[in-house]
């Protein structure tokens, strides 16, 4: 659909303040968030997005407590069983993007059973990062591209971001998808991320559409070579 990103990335901040808001325990602020994530994910493949992905827990994120940690690892594996059978009716592929070795190895099985039968699906492909670190994810690209003697390719990890999306007021990238966000349009709104909407997004996505993205170029329209 014209005006729609074809990758769209979120950084989905502001579940602890969410949740401080309403003097509720941060889990709380995770727990609601998920079902965001979930309307987010409809609302994406409704709209014609091919790609999304979602920071769900970043390489830094082992810093924070113990039990919110552990809450966070129960809510990803409880919502892959609960998303599982809406994932596949809607045609949707999940990756997970990030370190494995880190994970409760219960939800690496639970992660690798929903990537095998999510493989076949088309109509949008949705990422989740999890033990996400973009400069670690460049790192080890570089350190594999090296030991094999290849040249770097122009595109190795995923595809380019169209938009970058962040709530929760704060502007900054976090460490995530540093090189696919070489041209993401950014957007950053205030809404904590348990109370995005979907005319949130629409309204983000109508920004997107009236953006001039020319990546150094002139003008968006393709230029003919040789025109003075
Ligand atoms: C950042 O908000 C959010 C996280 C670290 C967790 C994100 C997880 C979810 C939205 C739920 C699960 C999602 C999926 C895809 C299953 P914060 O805790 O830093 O908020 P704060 O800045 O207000 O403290």
Redesign the pocket.
Request: charged share 25%.
């Given at each position: 659909m014209k005006g729609v990103p074809g990758h769209l990335a979120v950084i989905?901040?502001?579940?602890?303040?969410?949740a401080?808001k309403r003097a509720r325990p941060?889990w709380m602020?995770?727990a609601r968030?998920?079902q965001?994530?979930r309307e987010l994910v409809a609302h994406c493949a409704r709209l014609g997005v091919q790609h999304l992905t979602?920071?769900?827990?970043?390489s830094d994120?082992w810093k924070r407590p113990r039990e919110e940690v552990g809450f966070?690892m129960d809510?990803?594996a409880s919502?892959l069983d609960r998303q599982l059978a809406e994932l596949r009716a809607n045609g949707i592929r999940l990756s997970i993007v990030g370190r494995r070795d880190r994970l409760p190895p219960a939800l690496v099985a639970k992660m690798e059973e929903a990537e095998a039968r999510t493989a076949q699906c088309t109509r949008m492909h949705l990422r989740?990062a999890i033990d996400y670190s973009s400069k670690a994810a460049l790192q080890e690209a570089f350190a594999r591209v090296q030991a094999e003697g290849r040249e770097w390719p122009a595109d190795p990890l995923l595809p380019n971001v169209d938009l970058l999306l962040r709530t929760?007021g704060?502007r900054r990238l976090s460490d995530f998808l540093l090189w696919e966000c070489a041209y993401a349009e950014l957007a950053f709104i205030d809404a904590?991320?348990p109370d995005l909407t979907t005319a949130d997004v629409d309204a983000v996505f109508a920004d997107f559409a009236r953006r001039d993205r020319r990546f150094g170029g002139l003008n968006s329209a393709p230029v003919p070579v040789g025109s003075a």
């Amino acid at each position: 659909m014209k005006g729609v990103p074809g990758h769209l990335a979120v950084i989905m901040d502001g579940n602890g303040r969410w949740a401080a808001k309403r003097a509720r325990p941060r889990w709380m602020g995770h727990a609601r968030g998920a079902q965001t994530a979930r309307e987010l994910v409809a609302h994406c493949a409704r709209l014609g997005v091919q790609h999304l992905t979602l920071y769900a827990f970043s390489s830094d994120n082992w810093k924070r407590p113990r039990e919110e940690v552990g809450f966070l690892m129960d809510l990803f594996a409880s919502h892959l069983d609960r998303q599982l059978a809406e994932l596949r009716a809607n045609g949707i592929r999940l990756s997970i993007v990030g370190r494995r070795d880190r994970l409760p190895p219960a939800l690496v099985a639970k992660m690798e059973e929903a990537e095998a039968r999510t493989a076949q699906c088309t109509r949008m492909h949705l990422r989740v990062a999890i033990d996400y670190s973009s400069k670690a994810a460049l790192q080890e690209a570089f350190a594999r591209v090296q030991a094999e003697g290849r040249e770097w390719p122009a595109d190795p990890l995923l595809p380019n971001v169209d938009l970058l999306l962040r709530t929760g007021g704060e502007r900054r990238l976090s460490d995530f998808l540093l090189w696919e966000c070489a041209y993401a349009e950014l957007a950053f709104i205030d809404a904590l991320f348990p109370d995005l909407t979907t005319a949130d997004v629409d309204a983000v996505f109508a920004d997107f559409a009236r953006r001039d993205r020319r990546f150094g170029g002139l003008n968006s329209a393709p230029v003919p070579v040789g025109s003075a």
